[in-house]
DNA sequence: ACAATTTGACCTAA
DNA sequence: TTAGGTCAAATTGT
């Protein structure tokens, strides 16, 4: 993996800082490095079978009771009941509104589930969907102690090819007054399946570069994520200032090669928390192939987003542009007044 | 018509 | 017994 910066030498400490972070955000790797939630099955990672969902070997006939043709089951609301894809529904708030005694429960049952199902990687983000990936939701839970229900998905080549990922979406409590809301994403299993979707093998195309004010998170329509996605395999993304402190980051970041897959894993330090949260700020998208009319502008603006943001990942920030591109991380500064801009090089 | 989502029922580990 | 994960019919969207 290589990372090519060209730009001003100036900030360029503080610059190539946060790029080494993105790396790792974004590095592609063959022997995929998770970062087990379940730290004591550190072999886990992902051996041949990854345990078969558990579920199909309920035998298929079991005795599940089903439900009786007829019984209509009435949407609950038509408002903001449709979940994007990689979201989840507002629930009703808070069964259980003083989860302070549940939190280490959640945990445990957390890392009970984790360590039944196998090598587990988690990411806090605030653009669930960004993992390109395609995901089908099967299920969705409230779960204890927690505000918002957690939303199962399985890769949508489950079936065809028996893949066996899947992940859960849930939204974090203590996201209330912020900017945007942040989602738990654990990744279960490991990606068997090969892309046959043109768009999902897709080689990066970069449509537009943005440069944009740093501290701000410029949105070209102001909506926040993680509703801003796009489906053609592009996006755009600004930037917000940078973490005050780079947490030297012990998380790890994984992927598939073939799709550069971010499957960053963190472990619980604020630190690593702040700063994959900085990413998630970061990636707080607006869209690159923008529409020509401002009619198709306004209507993107509506539209909340449903598919899946896959990479290649084309980045615009403070006045850097960043492109990533298979297993090549290009990042370009663009020169504001420096006619020649400085060049590195990070090799992965 | 087909695909995707919703959601109550069911299963299972702790 | 319970919480979390999964199933699958019904519903909704395209």
Redesign the pocket.
Known sequence: MTLLVVGPQQGDDELQAQLRDLMLFFMPSPTTTKVDDDQSSSGGGTEGGQQP??????????????????????????DD?????GG??HLEPPRHKSCKT?CS??Q???Q??????GGTSSLVTSVPDFDGY?????????????IY??????C?RSAEQGCPA?R?VQRNDDDGGAAAPKYTV?Y?GEHTCTPNDDSMEAPPIILETTTVVPAVIKSTNNRRTPQDHHHDGTITVTSVAAPTSSSGGSYCSSSTSTNNTVTAGIDDSPAISDDITYWSRLFGVHDSWAPATAAALQEMEEDYF?GPIRSPVHIAAADACWTIEDHHLLLQQLASNDQHPTVSHFSF
């Open positions: 969902p558990a579920s199909s070997s309920s035998s298929c006939c079991d005795g599940r009771r089903r439900r009786p043709r007829g019984s209509k089951r009435g949407r609950p609301q038509d009941s449709k979940s994007y894809n989840e529904q549940s429960r959640k445990q049952n957390k009970r589930r984790q360590k039944m199902s395609q995901w089908r939701k099967y299920g969705q839970k409230q779960i204890e102690g927690a229900a957690r939303s199962y998905y399985r949508t899947k859960t654990v279960m449903t």
